[in-house]
DNA sequence: CTTGACTCTCCCCTTGGGGGAGGGCGTATG
DNA sequence: CATACGCCCTCCCCCAAGGGGAGAGTCAAG
C-alpha cells in the first residue's frame, strides 16, 4: 500500500477510535473508507479522513447522535452551517439538566426526610416536650371532609411544585376537636423558596413555642400520643390555639410503604 | 378466577405500566405474577402487587435501573434501607449533570463564537479603525518560539479550563518585529471568570483604544492587513505600544475546519 | 515457507422496552 | 351452534452505539 494509507489499525491509533468503531461508522455510511481492497476486504483511510474523523469524534464528544452527525456532514462544512443543530441539541441537553436536577432534588429530599426521622428516633424520648418552632415556608391546600382525603392535596402539592419541596409532609389542624366526617384541615408541604402555584396557598408558616410529642406506631394509634400530650396540656394549664399540626416525620414514604409499627409523627400544639 | 386477582391488562390500567413492560419485568424476576396459569400461561396479579409495581415505578422515575431495583427489593423494605443506594445514585446523576453542563457550555462557546463572526462580517467594511476594548479576564500560556506552536497553547488551555472559556481566542505579540522562529507570544483565551490554573496565567487583560483592522482570508495573507493597518498608524502617526494583539473571530473551529477564505482576525494595536 | 500480527465477516450481548406475527382461550351474539 | 371479537401467550426483530469473541483470511518480515 501507498504510504499515505493507513490501515484500519493504524487510521484507529491516530484518531483514537476503536476499530470496532469505525467498522460501525464505515457501515453506517458516516467515514467510509478511501479504499477496500475488492478481495481482502481491507480497509485503507487517508489522510483527508483524518479530518473527518476528527470532526466526528468532536461531535460525539457533544453527545450528538450518529444520525444528526451525519445529517450535519453531508450539509455542512462550516460551523456557521450547524448553528440550528447546535441550538436545538443545547436546548434538549439543558431538557435533560433540568429532568436530572428534579430527580436530584427529590433524591435529596427522601434522604433529608429520612436522616431527619432517624435523628428523632435517636433522640427522642417520647416525652411530652415544650420547643421553638423556626417558620418555615409551606404550601398548603385546605380541605374539608374526611381526614383520609389529605393524601389527595400531598399529591395536588407534588404534581405542581415537586422540584420545590425540602422537607417531610405536615398536615394543620383547624378543628378544635376531633371531627370524623366534616374536618377542616390542611395538608402542606416544605418548600426550599416561596414559589406560586394555582390552587396552592405558598406562605411562610409562623414559628414559635408549642408543644410536642413524638408519636411512633400507625396513624391509628395516634389518638393515644394525643391523650397523653392533651392530658399534659391540661395537667400544666397550657393555652393552646390553632392551627394545631402533625408533622410526618415518617410515614409511608416516597418509595416504600415500609412498617407502621416504625412510623414516627410528631404532634405540635402551638401555644398562645 | 377470583374476582381479587387481575388480568395483565387489567393490571396494566391499574398501575401504568404497559403490559410489555409488565412481562418483561416478570423475565427479570422483577414483579413476578401471583399465579400464572399452568396451562394457558395466562398471568394473573394480586392486590398486594399494585403496591410492588408502585414501588418499582417510583424507584424508575428516579432513574434506577432494572438490576439496582431488583437490589433494593430483595434487601429492604424501608427508606431507611436504601439510603446508601439513593447517596450512591445521587452522586451519578449529579456527575451527569455536570458532564451535562460541560457539554452545554462547550455548544454555547461554538454559538456565541460563531454568532460574533457573523457580526463582524455583517457590519465590517475591511477598514483600520479605532476604537475602546473593554478590559476581558483571560489564560494565558507564554511562549518562545514559532508562531505555529501557538496551537499547542490552546488546546492546553481548552484542557485546564474547558469550561469556563467563553469568547473566541487571541493571540498577545510581544515582538515589536516579525520573527519568525524565535518569537515571543501568547495564546490567549476569554475566560467567563477567574480561575487558577497550573502553568497558566490568569488575569485581566486591560482594555484602552486601540486601531483595528479585520483580516479576511486565510493566516498566510495576514501581512497585507498588517501592512495595510501599519501604514495608516505610521500616517497618522498614531503611538503604538506591546503587545499587540490577534483575535481570532473566526477560524478553523471547534469542529469544522471550514474555509480559509472565510475566516475573520481582528488585528489589534494598543494605542499608547 | 512459516509465523505472528492484523483484518475480515458474522453472531451475540448490553438497556428498557416497542411492534408485530401466529396461535390459544373465553365469551357474547347472530 | 358457529363465529367474531377481545384478550392472552410465546417468539422474533428493532432501537443506539458499539463491545466481545469465533473462525477464517491476509500481510509482511524473517
Redesign the interface.
Known sequence: MEPSFFSIGEFSKITGLSVKTLRFYHEKGLLVPTVVDTESGYRYYDHKKI?KAR?IT??R???FSLEDIAAMLRR????????GF??R??EQ??Q??RH??N??A???R??A???E??RVMAAAGYAVEEKTLEPMIVAGVRMRGKYSDCGKGFSQIGRKLGRHLAGPALCLYYDCEYQEDDADFEPCMALRQAVEAEGISVRTLPGGRCVTLVHQGPYEQLGRSYAKILEHVKRKQIPITLPSREVYL?GP???????PK?YLTEIQLPVG
Open positions: 479530518e470532526v468532536q461531535l464528544a457533544l453527545e455542512c462544512e462550516d460551523e456557521s452551517d450547524i448553528l447546535l441550538e441539541h443545547k441537553i439543558e435533560g439538566i436530572q436536577r430527580i436530584a427529590n433524591i435529596e427522601i434522604i426526610t429520612e436522616r426521622a432517624q415518617k414514604g416516597m418509595i416504600f410503604k415500609g412498617d416504625k
